[in-house]
């Protein structure tokens, strides 16, 4: 190399990272959410075809969806102050969310007596079907989320989750309000479709 020539070098790219536990659960996420979309959407085709029973949504349903509002909220709240080292609230808050996710649970299946008590049963008429299913599989992953808030909850009273470890707070936070905006939009979807 001659001398005065200059050398281009290029500067190393930043590699985009994400921790593997929280690129996994976004997988599931959206898979689950294809799922969904693909249930709502063969309930539409159904719906088109005839011989459809239409009937109102359990009242519980609505309630359920309220407490799902609420304990998004309390979810948050508690991710907050676990950034903030505020370790009383985060487990009080973390006990909140579970607590409001087993009476969500409740009032799912509440409302389930509630279609059988009007004579909407799972095996029958395929709109009924369609809401046992829709309702049943989203409980199931509340179920799954509720497990993974005891988990947190149990971190969170040996103050494992502080603002130096979050990755189980924001993953579990992430989870329940994916599933709290899943309800959300199936309640709506089920409401203007039923």
């Known amino acids: 190399m001659a001398t005065g020539e200059m050398k281009i070098v290029e500067e190393p790219k930043k590699v985009l990272t994400m921790h593997p536990k929280k690129f996994a659960l976004w997988l599931f996420m959206a898979s ?12 539409i085709v159904r719906q088109a075809e005839g011989n459809w029973v239409f009937f109102e949504l359990p009242v519980l349903f609505y309630y359920s969806t309220a407490i799902i509002v609420i304990s998004s909220v309390t979810m948050q709240l508690g991710y907050w102050a676990a950034k903030r080292n505020q370790f009383d609230k985060v487990r009080s808050l973390v006990l909140a969310t579970t607590i ?7 009032g799912q299946v509440m409302g389930w007596a509630q279609l059988v008590g009007n004579s909407i049963y799972f095996v029958g008429n395929p709109s009924g079907s369609f809401v046992y299913v829709i309702t049943g599989v989203h ?15 149990n971190s969170a009273s040996k103050k494992r989750i502080h603002s130096g470890n979050l990755a189980q707070m924001e993953m579990c936070t992430t989870y329940w309000h994916f599933l ?15």
């Open 100 to 106: 409001l996710g087993v009476l969500f649970l409740a």
């Open 139 to 153: 409980g199931l992953h509340i179920l799954s989320a509720i497990i993974f808030l005891l988990v947190v909850l």
């Open 32 to 43: 689950v959410l294809m799922l969904f979309a693909s249930w709502t959407s063969a309930y």
């Open 180 to 194: 709290g905006f899943l309800w959300v939009y199936l309640f709506i979807f089920m409401l203007i479709n039923r």
